[in-house]
């Protein structure tokens, strides 16, 4: 589904991807950990074409992106830490944009699927509110129907519960982790070691722009043998009161 091949990736002086390469298959699950600073954000970003790689090679589905370009990205979903929903427009009214604007899908046929995504993450009766009116955990389920609505093969997800409330963190993992079971295809930037534990496939470690480690939860969680994972492990668990 995603092929990256040698990718580099500096901002000015700065190398903040170097030679960066790996391959996700069809339904596969995959979180990035790692330190802050040391790649995430920018690897999702440069894969879904929000900012352009140095070199290297991005493959989506086969499409190299350098060729096909939007065709290619099209075949993705993003949700961030934030929740950017568009605050004038209804919670519906946010599912439906994209599909008809840049898809010139049926408006009829767009609001059904709209209807049935937010059926899926709970929202259904919120349909009709705006994003102000809804909590943190709300807007970010709104996020990820709306990602949903374009129908992508593939969803990434950067940080999607680190601007929430801890009580509202559950409700938008349980939707991310529905999703994992219907087969769909994702990359996870977490910081929740348990999610990452539980529901990945595999898990890539990031330092220093690099994947330093691309493994199974079980060789990472309970036996890393790395020291930067291991003080990394460390670290995080101190500030979770020692649960994974
Ligand atoms: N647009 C940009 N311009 C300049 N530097 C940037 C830009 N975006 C990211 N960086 C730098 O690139 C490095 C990697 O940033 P990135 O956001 O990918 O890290 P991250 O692993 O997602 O960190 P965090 O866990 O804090 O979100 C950082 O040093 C950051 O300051
Ligand atoms: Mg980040």
Redesign the pocket.
Same mark, same amino acid.
């Given at each position: 589904m995603i092929e990256a091949k040698n990718i580099y990736k500096s901002?000015?002086e700065?190398e /903040?991807l170097s030679d960066v390469s790996f391959t996700v298959n069809q339904g596969e699950v995959i979180s990035v950990i790692?330190? +802050?600073? +040391?790649?995430? +954000?920018?690897?999702l970003?440069c894969l879904i074409g929000l900012?352009a790689i140095d070199s290297g090679e991005i493959y989506i589905e086969g499409l190299s992106v350098k060729k096909a370009g939007r065709k290619a990205y099209q075949k993705m979903g993003m949700v961030f830490?934030g929740f950017n929903l568009f605050p004038h427009k209804t919670v519906l009214g946010n599912l439906i944009e994209a599909p008809i604007v840049v898809n010139g899908e049926d408006k009829k046929e767009v609001k059904k699927r709209a209807e049935a995504l937010l059926e899926k993450v709970g929202l259904y009766d919120k349909k009709d509110a705006y994003p102000s009116q809804l909590s943190g955990g709300q807007k970010q389920r709104v996020a990820i129907a709306r990602a949903l609505a374009m129908q992508p093969d593939i969803m990434l997800f950067?940080?999607p519960t680190s601007s929430l409330d801890p009580e509202l963190v559950g409700e938008v993992l349980t939707v991310i982790r529905d999703l994992a079971d219907e087969n769909i295809t994702m990359m996870v /930037?977490t910081?929740e070691m348990s999610f990452a534990q539980d529901v990945s496939d595999r898990v890539f470690f990031?330092d220093h722009?690099k994947i330093i480690s691309d493994s199974v939860p079980e060789k990472i969680f309970v036996n890393p043998d790395s020291t930067r994972i291991q003080n990394f492990l460390t670290k995080i668990l101190s500030q979770n009161d020692g649960s994974l």
């Amino acid at each position: 589904m995603i092929e990256a091949k040698n990718i580099y990736k500096s901002f000015a002086e700065l190398e /903040v991807l170097s030679d960066v390469s790996f391959t996700v298959n069809q339904g596969e699950v995959i979180s990035v950990i790692g330190p +802050s600073g +040391s790649g995430k +954000s920018t690897l999702l970003r440069c894969l879904i074409g929000l900012e352009a790689i140095d070199s290297g090679e991005i493959y989506i589905e086969g499409l190299s992106v350098k060729k096909a370009g939007r065709k290619a990205y099209q075949k993705m979903g993003m949700v961030f830490q934030g929740f950017n929903l568009f605050p004038h427009k209804t919670v519906l009214g946010n599912l439906i944009e994209a599909p008809i604007v840049v898809n010139g899908e049926d408006k009829k046929e767009v609001k059904k699927r709209a209807e049935a995504l937010l059926e899926k993450v709970g929202l259904y009766d919120k349909k009709d509110a705006y994003p102000s009116q809804l909590s943190g955990g709300q807007k970010q389920r709104v996020a990820i129907a709306r990602a949903l609505a374009m129908q992508p093969d593939i969803m990434l997800f950067d940080e999607p519960t680190s601007s929430l409330d801890p009580e509202l963190v559950g409700e938008v993992l349980t939707v991310i982790r529905d999703l994992a079971d219907e087969n769909i295809t994702m990359m996870v /930037v977490t910081h929740e070691m348990s999610f990452a534990q539980d529901v990945s496939d595999r898990v890539f470690f990031m330092d220093h722009g690099k994947i330093i480690s691309d493994s199974v939860p079980e060789k990472i969680f309970v036996n890393p043998d790395s020291t930067r994972i291991q003080n990394f492990l460390t670290k995080i668990l101190s500030q979770n009161d020692g649960s994974l």
